[in-house]
C-alpha cells in the first residue's frame, strides 16, 4: 500500500503531536451538557469540538501507556492495542487543519470514527491478555501490580469516555440511527430503571439456568423519595446501567447456586432495593450466597484477581472476560464515570449487598476522566510508602 505524502507528514510529526494534545486537560461533559447538546443536534459543532477533544484524551492516556513496564510492552497484545491507538489518532489528525466543512467533510469524520470504534471493540480483551501474558512470564513485585491497578483503572475510564463521545456523534449524525427515538444518541433521558434490573436479571437467569439447571428468583422493591408511588426514571446510559446490573446478577446467581448446592429447590431469591432520592438514585442487590470474607472484599476490585477459571489460550485473542478477573472492576468504573458508585459489603457466611449509586440529577453527573500530568506520572516511579502501622493494615 503506497503512503501519500500527507500521511508521511503526518506519521514523521507523531511524537511532536503527541506531546502537544498530551499537555492539555480533557474536557469533561455534563449528562446535562450531552443532553442539551443533542437536543439542538448541530453537527459542525459536534465536529469542530470532536476533532480537537479526541486527540486530547487519546494523547493522555497514550503517554501513560508508554510508562508500562517493558515486560509488558513487549507482549504481542500490547503492541497490538499501542498500534491502535497511534493509528486512531493520526486518523483524527487528518481533519486537524480541515478548512473546508462540507457534508462530505462530515460525513468522512464520522465514517472514521465509526473505524475508529470498530477498530477498538475488543481492546479490553487485548489489554486483558497482555496482563495475563505477563502475569504468565514474570513474577510480578508488589509496585508492579500496584502500578497496573492503577493504570487500568484510568486506561478503560479513558476508553469509555473515548467510546461516549464516539458514540454520540455517530448515533445522532450517521447514516444508521438504529437508536430508541426517545433517547439522544446513547442516553435515555427517561431511563425505565426496573426495566433495565429485569432484563439484566433475565439474561443473567438464562446463563445460570444453562449452568445449574436452576436459578434463584428476584424480588424488587422501590421506593420513589421526590414523587412516592412513582415510576423511577433517571437520565442515564441504558447500555451502562444493564453492564453493571448483569455482572452483579451473574456473581449473586453464581454464588447462591453453589453456596445452597445441597439444598435443591431451596433457593432464597435475589433482592433489588431502588431508590430515587433527591441526589443520588441507589440499587441495592441483595444476595443469601453465603457472603464474602473481609480480607477478600478489597481484593474484588484488582484486575488480577478472579474466582472463576482463567480463559484457555486456545480460545484466541478474543477470549470471553470470565476468568480475567475484569467484571467488577469495569462495573465500578461505568458506576462511577458520571460520578457514581459500586461498593460491595457482605455478612461472612450468610449474605453479600452490592450497592449502585447514581446522580439523579444531570447537571451534577460529569464526566470522570484521567488527566496525564506530573503525579501521574510520578506514580509509576515511586515506590510503595514503607508501612507505618503494625500488621501492614492498608486501612490507615
Known sequence: MR????????IKSFPESLDFYSQYNPSPLSMKQFIDFGKAACERTSFLFLRKELPVRLANIMKEIN???DSLLRMSSLEMVRGWYVQSFLDILNFEAQDEETAEIYQSFCDTLMRIRNRHMNVVEMMAQGVLEMRESYELDHMTKNNLQYFLDRFYM?????????????????????????????????????????????????????????????TIETHNAKLPGGKIECCYIPSHLYHILFELFKNSMRAVMEYH?????????????VVSGLEDLTIKMSDEGGGIPRSVIDQLFHYTYTTAPQPSKADGPCAPLAGYGYGLP??????????????????????TDCLIYLKALSEEANELLPVFNTTSSRHYTSGIATPDWTGNNPRF
Open 3 to 10: 503512503l501519500t505524502w500527507r500521511l508521511l507528514r503526518m
Open 67 to 69: 510508562l508500562l513496564p
Open 158 to 218: 479513558s476508553r469509555i469516555g473515548i467510546r461516549m463521545l464516539i458514540n454520540q456523534h455517530t448515533l445522532m449524525f450517521g447514516k444508521d440511527k438504529t437508536g430508541h427515538k426517545r433517547h439522544i444518541g446513547s442516553i435515555d433521558p427517561n431511563c425505565d430503571v426496573v426495566a433495565i434490573v429485569k432484563d439484566a436479571y433475565e439474561n443473567a437467569r438464562f446463563l445460570c439456568d444453562q449452568y445449574y439447571l436452576a436459578s434463584p428468583e428476584l
Open 261 to 273: 448446592d445441597d439444598d435443591q429447590n431451596e433457593y432464597p431469591p435475589i433482592v433489588v432495593a
Open 330 to 351: 469495569l462495573s465500578r468504573l461505568y458506576a462511577r464515570y458520571f460520578q457514581g458508585d459500586l461498593q460491595v459489603y457482605s455478612l461472612e457466611g450468610h449474605s
